[in-house]
C-alpha cells in the first residue's frame, strides 16, 4: 500500500539493466544492510515504484530497480515520481547504471563508460514536465564531476582487467526497440554509447539539486557497427556482470563526497519567469 513518510536519505542509486541480474545491494556485499524494503509513495505522477533503504559504511541510500520502469507506467512519469521520492528524501547524490550499445567503432562489449555528456533523442517524455519546476536548468556540465571521478576509481579498483572509458556522449533514444541500421548512422555523429536510460534522469536530478553521474557496460553493437550484435552475448553480460556493476556502484557510493559544495550546484538557478 503507498503512503507514509518518505525516509530521509543523502544518496541514491537507480538501479538499471546493468545491476538488475545482482541482487542489489545486500546480495552484492553483505555489508548493504538493507533497513526497510518495498517502500511504495504517492507522488503527483500516480504511485511509486517499491524503493530500499538501505545503508553501508554508515551512509543511508535509497535504492530504486530498473529506473522505475516497470508495466502500466509510461517512462516519463516513473522517472518523475522516482524522482518526487528522491526530492522528498532530501537526496543529494545520485548514481545510476544500465547496459548500452555501442556506436563508436572503438568500444566492444564488456567495456565499461562513465559518459560525460548526453543527446536527449526522446520523443515522449518530456510532456509530463519537471518536478520542482522553479529553477532554471542549465546542462553546462551535464554529468557530476566529483560522481564521475568516483565511479571512475570505483571501477578501477573494483575491475582493474577491465577496459575503462571516463569520457563519452550518451545517445538516449525512446524505446522500446533498438536502433535501425540507418538510425545508427546518424547517431554516430551525435555520440559514443545508444540506450533508453539516462533521459530525464539526468536533468531530473539536477531540477531536484542533487548531483547525477552513471556507470554503463556496454552489451551490444548497435546494428551496422563491426559486427551483428548476438542475443546470447548480450545475455552473458548482462548475468555475468550484474554483480561486478552493483560492487562498482557500492564502491563509490562510500566515497561520494557528503556536502553540498558541488559545482553542479551553481548550474541551476532561480527561474526569471515568474
Known amino acids: 500500500m503507498a503512503g507514509g513518510v518518505v525516509p530521509v536519505a543523502r544518496f541514491a542509486v537507480i538501479g538499471g539493466s546493468g545491476s ?18 518495498e517502500l511504495v509513495f504517492d507522488t503527483p505522477w500516480g504511485e511509486s515504484p517499491p524503493f530500499a533503504l538501505f545503508e553501508r559504511e554508515g551512509r543511508r541510500a535509497l535504492h530504486v530497480r530498473i529506473h522505475g520502469w516497470r508495466p502500466g507506467a509510461s517512462r516519463g512519469r516513473a522517472s518523475r515520481q522516482v524522482f518526487s521520492v528522491l526530492h522528498r528524501a532530501g537526496v543529494r547524490r545520485i548514481l545510476s547504471d544500465a547496459g548500452v550499445g555501442s556506436l563508436n567503432h572503438l568500444l566492444d562489449p564488456g567495456d565499461l563508460v562513465v559518459p560525460d555528456d548526453f543527446v536527449d533523442m526522446t520523443t515522449d517524455r518530456d510532456r509530463l514536465g519537471t ?80 548531483c547525477y553521474a552513471g556507470i554503463y557496460v556496454v552489451v551490444n553493437y548497435g546494428e551496422g557497427v563491426v559486427r551483428d550484435w548476438e542475443h546470447d552475448e548480450l545475455k552473458r553480460i548482462f548475468t555475468a556482470d550484474a554483480g561486478l556493476v552493483g560492487r562498482i556502484l557500492l564502491e563509490a557510493l562510500a566515497t561520494l563526497p557528503d556536502d553540498d559544495t558541488c559545482a553542479c550546484r551553481e548550474l541551476r538557478k532561480p527561474t526569471l519567469l515568474r
Request: hydrophobic share 50%.
Open 20 to 37: 538488475l541480474a545482482s541482487g542489489f545491494p545486500a546480495a552484492v556485499d553483505p555489508a548493504a544492510r538493507v533497513l526497510e524494503d
Open 131 to 210: 518536478v520542482v519546476g522553479d529553477h532554471l536548468l542549465i546542462m553546462r556540465d551535464a554529468v557530476c564531476p566529483a560522481a564521475r571521478e568516483a565511479l571512475a576509481v570505483a571501477a578501477r579498483s573494483v575491475a582493474p582487467e577491465r577496459r575503462l572509458f571516463t569520457r563519452g556522449t550518451y545517445v538516449v533514444t525512446e524505446g522500446p526497440r533498438f536502433e535501425s541500421p540507418a538510425e545508427v548512422r546518424v547517431l554516430q555523429s551525435m555520440g559514443d554509447i545508444v540506450g533508453q536510460s539516462f533521459s530525464p534522469e539526468v536533468w531530473l536530478a539536477r531540477d531536484i539539486g542533487a
